[in-house]
C-alpha cells in the first residue's frame, strides 16, 4: 500500500530554507518548487527535496567554475616585476605631479591675497592725503 506524500505549506517549507515565505512564493512563480495549487498551496516533500538537491548542484556547479576561473586568471600570464614596479612609478609621478599643481596653485592664492592687501593698503592711504 502506497502513502500520500506529506505535504508542506510556504511557511513550512520557508523555515526549512531559512527564508522568508514571500522567496518561496519567488520559487513556485519561477517554476523552481513544484506546488499544488489551493488555499494554502501546498509543496509536496519529495518535490522540495528534489528541487533543494537541484539548486545545490547548480550552486555547487556554479561554485567550481568560478574556482576554475580564478585558478586560470591566477596562472595566465601573472604580471612582471617590471611591470609592476613600473606601474608604481607611474602612480607615484602622478601622485607627485597632483601635489605640485595644488603647491602651485595655493601659492598663487597666497600672492593674489598679498597684492590685494597692497592694493588696498595703497588706496586707503591715499584716500587719507
Known amino acids: 500500500m502506497m502513502t500520500a506524500p506529506k ?3 510556504e511557511s513550512e517549507v ?3 530554507l531559512l527564508c522568508s515565505v514571500s522567496k518561496v ?3 513556485r512563480y519561477k517554476g523552481l518548487l513544484p506546488y499544488l495549487p489551493g488555499r494554502p498551496p501546498l509543496i509536496a516533500e519529495p518535490d522540495f527535496k528534489a528541487a533543494l538537491k537541484a539548486e545545490l548542484a547548480k550552486v555547487s556547479s556554479r561554485k567550481a567554475r568560478a574556482r576554475q576561473r580564478r585558478q586560470a586568471l591566477e596562472t595566465a600570464n601573472p ?3 617590471a611591470e609592476i ?3 608604481a612609478t607611474a602612480a607615484m609621478l602622478a601622485k ?3 601635489s605640485r599643481r595644488r603647491a602651485q596653485i595655493v601659492s598663487l592664492q597666497r600672492r593674489t591675497a598679498q ?3 597692497e592694493r588696498l593698503r595703497k588706496l586707503k592711504l591715499d584716500g587719507e592725503t
Open 14 to 16: 520557508a523555515e526549512r
Open 79 to 81: 604580471p612582471s616585476q
Open 7 to 9: 505535504l508542506l505549506t
Open 85 to 87: 614596479d613600473a606601474e
Open 96 to 98: 607627485l605631479a597632483a
Open 115 to 117: 597684492q590685494e592687501r
Open 25 to 27: 512564493r519567488q520559487l
